[in-house]
């Protein structure tokens, strides 16, 4: 079990930077596969972009290619995603997510954290 805590959401113009971080506790971070994810009001959630247990591997939503880079530190329990050019599009709630085999594909997550709003004005 992992309990996933997001923090860095705000409201920010477009053309802007914002990065988001997941801090993990319980079981051992590097054991899980972590994602982030993007629900906009009246849509589903969708994928946004994952990396491996060590950071060799990501991948990415083509929404967000080229703007948007995840990354981990195992010593710290945490991932982040770092959010450039930002678009009024992008607006959105932001959920961490963890699972365990890459293998599982872009949504095998079991763990769930309870999201962070960013908003993107124009």
């Known amino acids: 079990q992992v309990q996933l805590v997001e923090s860095g959401g705000g409201l920010v113009q477009a053309g802007g930077s914002l990065r988001l971080s997941c801090v993990a506790s319980g079981r051992t971070f590097s054991s899980y596969v972590m994602g982030w994810f993007r629900q906009a009001p009246g849509k589903e959630r969708e994928f946004v972009a994952r990396i491996s247990h060590v950071g060799t591997n990501t991948n990415y939503a083509d929404s967000i290619k080229g703007r948007f880079t995840i990354s981990r530190d195992n010593a710290k329990n945490t991932a982040y995603l770092q959010m450039n050019s930002l678009k009024p599009e992008d607006t959105a709630v932001y959920y961490c997510?963890?699972?365990?085999?890459?293998?599982?594909?872009?949504?095998?997550?079991?763990?769930w954290g309870q999201g962070t709003q960013v908003t993107v004005s124009t």
């Open positions: 997510a963890a699972g365990m085999y890459w293998q599982r594909g872009p949504y095998g997550f079991d763990y």
